[in-house]
């Protein structure tokens, strides 16, 4: 935008700080939502993360200075790497298993539509006159930060947070409320009461394994319990899944996408297309192409399950980079020339970005959601969301000094990092589909030895689950 460089006359390094605060602010938010939201609620602390999110989104929108902008970003960054890690643990707590994945792909699919508009806005106005070219976009993102704000509002609270906390009537009532179920049926909805007896006994499990019961008596906020639930994470019964959360992190910013997405039109011009207006609009293209592939995620992830994706999506964004890596290698001097495998090259980044939008777009979020206890979920989430800002920033830093050296070797860099994505998921990460919260212990093997089974079937019988299924069972056979 004409306006905005005139303007501000940027140096490098204001252009680095400029997109490394909104990176580092977020790196800080996730880590920080980890620690409050255990304390307080998940609603709130994401109603709390829009208004610091609105907060920098004004400052950039009336910015009258580089430092206003930078400071801007890096307090917008505070509320989005908060947001990025609330979202998809509030989502995982209140979802039913069978739909969980389909309904947490809906915030990829919430993430790109917002990328897609952000972006088609900033085309549009890119030739209006005056500082209006780059405020309009700026200001355009208040309304999402708003909307969402105001929308936690109406939401039941994690019934899964009150079960831990002690509050379980507080819980089913919230549960009912996510099942629609009146009041009167709660009470009398055997499906509803073995949910909710479920996450009672996961819960109770929890405290008597770990022996911290502290959950409710110690002094929670202090420096001891927060470094103690930190290191919780890196202990033997968890650490397989802190590797998981992640690493899939890892893998996500380093499959090349938001390279893509940060230096779009100068990866088009890597590959030949001339001319700010086709650079742009192929640019722009990565987005609505990655917009359209989160739709078939959104239907089939919890049908197909996790690590097929996962497999196949690597195979065809490794497959993609190794042939522009190839193409860029053996034709970048002539392009003109060789238009067809420029063209080639442009298709193939499509093809990348379609498999990682049934791939490593969603499964990025929904695994790290997914495969931790309660007690741990907050941190282990926030941890997991930390790996993916700290490999963004990475990922911003290094990809111009890259592209500098060697557009091919670039290419070869991001299809190195999906075939290892590909070994990862074949032989590390389980299958996580159609599998609730409270039985994610049985996948990892971390209450299957005979102390902690006995242990929790004494819970499940001491709670009244194992009746409550048997009367059940009888009713149901007497009505048939």
């Known amino acids: 935008m004409k306006d905005f460089i005139t303007r501000w006359h940027l140096s490098a390094w204001d252009t680095g700080l400029m997109t490394a605060s909104l990176e580092l602010g977020s790196l800080i938010g996730a880590l ?3 620690v409050l939201t255990d304390k307080y609620s998940r609603r709130q602390s994401i109603t709390a ?6 907060v920098g989104s004004a400052l950039q929108f009336g910015a009258q200075s580089p430092s206003q902008l930078i400071l801007g970003r890096g307090i917008g960054g505070l509320g989005v790497g908060a947001l990025s890690m609330l979202s998809p643990l509030y989502m995982a707590e209140i979802s039913p298993p069978e739909v969980r994945g389909s309904l947490m792909a809906l915030e990829q699919f919430a993430i790109v539509l917002g990328a897609v508009l952000g972006f088609w806005t900033g085309f549009f106005t890119r030739d ?9 976009p ?3 993102q208040l309304i999402p930060g708003f909307l969402l704000g105001f929308g936690c509002l109406a939401l ?6 009150l079960v831990a906390q002690g509050r379980v009537d507080e819980a089913l009532r919230a549960l009912a409320k996510l099942r629609l179920r009146t009041a009167a049926e709660s009470a009398t909805d055997p499906l509803l009461q073995i949910e909710l007896l479920e996450m009672q006994v996961e819960a109770a499990l929890i405290a008597q394994t770990t022996g911290n019961d502290d959950m409710h008596t110690a002094k929670p906020g202090t420096l001891q319990a927060e470094l103690r639930s930190w290191g919780r994470l890196f202990e033997p019964q968890l650490l397989r899944r802190t590797l998981i959360g992640v690493v899939m992190m890892v893998f996500q910013q380093w499959s090349g996408i938001n390279a893509l997405l940060y230096y779009g039109p100068t990866l088009m011009r890597s590959l030949g297309l001339q001319g700010d207006s086709a650079t742009l609009m192929s640019a722009g293209g990565i987005g609505i192409v990655q917009f359209l592939a989160v739709l078939p995620a959104i239907a089939f992830i919890d049908r197909l399950g996790r690590r097929p994706l996962l497999r196949w ?6 497959l993609s980079h190794l042939l522009i890596a190839l193409l860029v290698w053996r034709y970048s001097t002539d392009w003109p020339t060789h238009w067809l495998a420029a063209w080639i090259s442009v298709g193939c980044v499509y093809t990348f970005t379609a498999a990682y939008g049934v791939s490593y777009g969603p499964i990025g979020w929904i695994l790290p959601s997914e495969v931790f206890p309660l007690s741990a979920r907050s941190k282990g989430v926030a941890l997991s969301t930390a790996s993916n800002w700290m490999n963004n920033f990475l990922i911003g830093l290094l990809t111009p000094v890259f592209m500098e050296h060697s557009p091919s070797g670039t290419f070869l860099v991001f299809a190195a990092a999906c075939s290892l994505g590909y070994l990862w998921s074949t032989y590390f990460v389980p299958e996580t589909a159609n599998i609730s919260l409270e039985e994610m212990d049985a996948v990892f093997g971390s209450s299957v030895g005979r102390e902690d089974v006995a242990l929790k079937q004494q819970i499940e019988a001491d709670l009244g689950l194992h009746e409550l299924v048997q009367r059940w069972a009888r009713e149901s056979t007497t009505a048939s």
Do not use: K, N, Y
Not at 49 to 54: D, E, G, K, L
Not at 156 to 161: D, E, K, Q, T, W
Not at 313 to 318: C, P, R, V, Y
């Open 49 to 54: 993360a829009c208004t610091v999110f609105c």
């Open 138 to 140: 700026l200001g355009i």
């Open 128 to 136: 209006i006159e005056g500082s209006a070219s780059w405020r309009i």
């Open 32 to 34: 920080t939502a980890g």
């Open 313 to 318: 999506g690597s195979t065809a964004m490794a």
């Open 156 to 161: 039941p609270p994690s019934p899964r947070l």
